[in-house]
């Protein structure tokens, strides 16, 4: 991987003398495992595999995908994880104990990773266990996993509340016992970046075998820490997609490896074009929602807002972008609003393929923006579409999916089933779909033919009944969000309100083709209509 700052950006301007970086840095990725233990997450075994080889392609060069012990579900998980994901090296989690490392073996990982608390208030009040007993289960376990032929990853729990002596005992002593890896966990994310380069330097001068940051965000500082760690020799570092994990999360992968790359230039085997795909696809499998402004993956890390910065971007984009947002899979968006000028307006338009606007509409075009802006706080580009074909009569929609038959079965005691005819450009075709209730069914069914949605996922969905009583009018808005972060909007008004989502989904999916389109962004919708 090599990410450069953007043309004639100059990032690498730290002083690096002084610092005992290594040549190359190796990303353990965890989201499988800390990941999957954010509050409220659960991952079923097909999306655990799913997010496993989108891990590979990226090229983690470790993927640690679940702790056996915990249930039979995420034994199976891990089992098929290392059976059937080629690339990274697989590996388990496991208590220091003999139950959890056989789960592990079980699932024929190629690394083991076994940990125990360290710190004493962990040894008192959890473990309750003096440092002698705690050092013999640690070295025990490392014994175990080696005696199996297979790597071993010692980690010292709450590290960073240890006494300085006992862990760099532990760790050499584990090292002694096999350990082709230790990690120093920041468990509760108490460090800062000083006290995280002394304590690594202090450790590196102790071990010879690879050395690992684990770091917690707590106090905000996880990227910063995990950098830190870097900084004074650590050559590998335990990330998650998107930050997620326990209480505040983990240090990010895509700060993280960005950081390492364009800052200080270190190697590493991630490929940054997959960085956007594999973060949309954590967030939409685990529900949790990325702030607009997360760093690289973010769906204003590469937005201008129109008056100051813009001009000089469209110029020269490196004068507010660091690095260029195609080199991690992002875009750069204009985000037009009531300070628009023309030239914003033509070079966004310019953007979605419009292209040769006269001076006449570009000025409608443009008050026009300006007057939904005064009412809405963000203009779209999907506005902008809109906006635009309107005052220059273009007829460049039309919508390629059209409903032709909808049946839904539903009822108590029954399975929601539904089947739906649909015309896409023309030909028919026809899906089957079973869900919660009516409208998954149907969901399900158009999903069955159009693959998944063109990779939308659903943002928003109102229903409002128009009129009172049971004959009323049912009125669906829903707003859905491609992978891009681009959010269409779309309603449907009908007696039944099956029949409102399911023509509001229609729609929706419409306007996304449309927008794909207009974009050339067709890769992901020519296979439209054919199941993978
Ligand atoms: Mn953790």
Do not use: W
Request: charged share 25%; aromatic share 4%; net charge negative.
């Amino acid at each position: 991987m090599r990410i450069k700052p953007s043309d004639e950006g100059n990032l690498i301007n730290i002083r690096l003398e002084g610092l005992n970086l290594p040549k190359r840095v190796f990303i353990y990725d965890c989201t499988l495992r800390d990941g999957e233990q954010t509050p409220g997450v659960a991952l079923t075994i097909k999306e655990k595999l799913t997010i496993a080889k989108q891990l590979a392609k990226l090229g983690v060069d470790t993927i640690e995908a679940g702790t056996p012990i915990n249930s039979k579900d995420e034994k199976e998980a891990v089992y098929r994880i290392a059976k059937e994901i080629e690339g990274p090296t697989i590996a388990a989690l496991a208590r220091v104990l003999k139950p959890d490392i056989d789960a592990c073996l079980d699932c024929q990982v190629d690394l083991i990773h076994v940990f125990v608390s360290t710190s004493d208030i962990h040894l008192k009040y959890q473990m309750k266990k003096t440092r002698e007993e705690i050092m013999n289960m640690a070295l025990e376990a490392v014994e175990y996993v080696k005696a199996h032929g297979v790597k071993c990853l010692f980690s010292a729990m709450d590290a960073t509340r240890t006494e300085l002596g006992y862990l760099i005992q532990v760790l050499k002593e584990a090292e002694k016992a096999g350990a082709d890896s230790v990690n120093v966990p920041d468990t509760v994310g108490v460090m800062t970046p000083s006290s995280m380069r002394s304590l690594i330097s202090d450790v590196r001068k102790n071990i010879s075998v690879i050395l690992d940051v684990h770091c917690h965000n707590d106090f905000g500082l996880a990227v910063a820490n995990t950098i830190a760690g870097v900084e004074a020799g650590a050559d590998e570092v335990q990330v998650t997609v998107n930050g997620i994990g326990e209480r505040a999360g983990n240090a990010a992968l895509e700060p993280v490896v960005i950081a390492l790359s364009a800052c200080y230039g270190i190697q590493m085997n991630i490929k940054p074009q997959y960085l956007m795909e594999t973060s949309s696809l954590v967030e939409q499998y685990t529900g949790v929602p990325l702030s607009p402004c997360t760093p690289i993956v973010g769906r204003n890390a590469f937005a201008h807002e129109s008056g100051i910065h813009v001009h000089p971007v469209l110029i020269k984009a490196s004068t507010f972008e660091p690095i260029s947002p195609e080199d991690v899979g992002q875009r750069r968006r204009i985000v037009l609003g009531k300070k628009s000028g023309r030239h914003s307006v033509k070079a966004a338009l310019e953007e979605l393929g419009i292209k040769d606007v006269g001076e006449k509409d570009l000025i409608e075009i443009t008050t026009r923006i300006k007057d939904l802006a005064a009412k809405n706080k963000l203009v779209s580009d999907v506005d902008l579409v809109a906006i635009a074909e309107d005052v220059l009569s273009l007829k460049l929609y039309e919508p390629r999916v059209k409903l032709q038959e909808l049946v839904v079965v539903t009822g108590v005691n029954v399975t929601p089933s539904a089947t739906v005819k649909l015309l896409i450009d023309g030909v028919e075709r026809i899906g089957q779909g079973i869900g919660v209730g009516p409208v998954d069914a149907a969901a399900k069914a158009i999903e069955e033919i159009v693959g998944p949605i063109s990779r939308l996922k659903l943002k928003e969905f109102n229903l409002r009944a128009l009129t009172g009583g049971t004959d009323s009018l049912a009125s669906v808005t829903m707003t859905v969000e491609d992978a891009l972060g681009n959010q269409f909007e779309a309603g449907a008004v009908h007696g039944d309100i099956v029949t409102s989502s399911v023509n509001a989904l229609i729609n929706a999916l419409n306007k996304a083709l449309h927008y794909q389109r207009l974009r050339g962004l067709e890769k992901g919708s020519k296979d439209l209509g054919h199941q993978e």
